[in-house]
């Protein structure tokens, strides 16, 4: 029984001495067990905000390119409201002439030689319908302006545009414009 309460106290001395040596050892064995998830969460974290900050650069730069675009496309709709308003103040011009035959025959032609070139504010002009609309709206006749827009048309195609050109700049159909190129044509 003496043995054994010598080999306890044995045991408990060299554990006191094992403590009192390998102390910081112990310590910062418990504090790496400790501090290894922390830095883990840390680093997941670190990475998490990366990746929202790329994210969200990448969503700026669309939005920036976006806004670009949408300013491009009020410039070039100015422009064909611009075009939209030159052509109906002509319009109302051409109704609010002289009665004579002659001479509205002949400004026609002088009109429609007198084709501008297609800018973008032309390649976006409005439909047929909306063109109708306004000349309603102004009380205008409706065949002076059909006569008006296939004379335009036909002098477009002379000058060489193509029939998407003509169709953009005009707002009229393909194929009514290759009806009337044809019938023009004979």
Known sequence: MLTGVIVSLVAVLLLVFLLVYKKEMIIKMFMLNVSAPANEFSQQLEQTADSIIRRLEDESAQLELLLEEAEAKIGILSQQVEYANKI?????????????????????????????????????????????????????????VNIEKHRLIIAMADQGYT????????????????????????
């Open 88 to 144: 109906i103040g002509q319009l109302i011009e051409l109704e609010n002439r002289p009665n004579s035959d002659n001479y509205r025959q002949e400004s026609r032609t002088e009109s429609v030689s007198h084709v501008p070139e297609p800018t973008p504010a032309m390649e976006l002009a409005p439909p047929a319908d909306d063109i109708a609309e306004l000349l309603d709206d102004n009380k205008l006749d409706k065949e002076p």
């Open 163 to 186: 029939i998407t050109e003509i169709a953009k700049a005009t707002g009229v159909g393909k194929g009514e414009i290759t009806l009337l190129l044809q019938l023009n044509k004979k």
